[in-house]
């Protein structure tokens, strides 16, 4: 079946524009979550949707980002004010909540570019 | 909170080689999962192997396999004989019990495997 899917690929804003990176889960699964990817560094926990729970925001850096994810399905991921260190890919990944351990799957990221 | 140290920032090694790619973890959690994560230049996130921390028994997939040190919350890769489509970036991640948990991620180790 498919996998995660993220749009845009990749996205070049300027500062202060605001931007909206989308997640469509594998059909399904319950669960989903947000990481930001720096330059040289690993992932970093942004934000954990599940199920009808409400989320999990501990990652969000500052009050400009938000995500919500309608009919517990598709999620947008949006930046408001974009600076420059937002830059970065943004990776969604999302499991099922069949057994106690359930893989994460990930989709390809979105390369965002502030200038 | 959990922290996660990949060490080696890139590593190099000749085709049909082993290599083994270094993870130490710090965290007060008794049960939880770690995990090896693969990045290829097409950014997609695969899983290439995984440890419950109850199982004294090292996890092996094919020519992937992990040294867990409980104790020593050590948790290193070990590629053996080597191929060019190994050359990725590599991910050490931790993931507390129970169920859907958020991953924390190492800062990752650039792999090339040279022909």
């Known amino acids: 079946g498919a996998g995660v899917s993220q749009s845009p690929s990749n996205k070049v804003t300027e500062k202060g524009k605001d931007v909206e990176l989308r997640c469509d889960p594998i059909?399904?699964?319950?669960?989903l979550y947000w990481y930001r990817q720096s330059l040289g560094q690993g992932l970093e926990f942004l934000i954990y949707?599940?199920?009808?729970?409400?989320?999990?925001k501990s990652g969000l850096p500052s009050d400009r980002f938000s995500a919500e994810r309608t009919g517990g399905s598709v999620s947008t991921l949006t930046i408001q004010r974009t600076q420059q260190e937002d830059s970065a890919v943004y990776l969604c990944?999302?499991?099922?909540?069949?057994?106690?351990?359930?893989?994460?799957?990930f989709g390809p990221g979105t390369r965002l570019t502030v200038l | 909170a959990q922290t996660v140290t990949q060490s080696q920032p890139e590593m190099s090694v000749q085709e049909a080689e082993t290599v083994t790619l270094s993870c130490t973890y710090d965290?007060?959690?008794?049960?939880?999962?770690l995990f090896w994560y693969k990045q290829p230049p097409s950014r997609q996130m695969i899983l290439v192997i995984r440890?419950?921390?109850?199982?004294?028994q090292n996890a092996t997939e094919n020519r992937f396999s992990v040294n867990f040190q409980k104790a020593a919350k050590s948790f290193s890769l070990k590629i053996s004989d080597s191929q060019l489509g190994d050359t990725a970036m590599y991910f050490c991640?931790?993931?507390?019990?129970?169920?859907?948990?958020?991953?924390?991620f190492g800062t990752g180790t650039r792999l090339t495997i040279i022909p």
């Open positions: 949707f599940q199920g009808n729970s409400a989320p999990d």
């Open positions: 991640a931790f993931m507390k019990d129970f169920g859907n948990e958020k991953l924390t």
């Open positions: 990944a999302s499991s099922s909540q069949r057994a106690t351990y359930n893989e994460q799957f």
């Open positions: 965290t007060s959690e008794n049960n939880y999962y």
């Open positions: 440890q419950e921390a109850y199982k004294q």
């Open positions: 059909s399904g699964h319950t669960a």
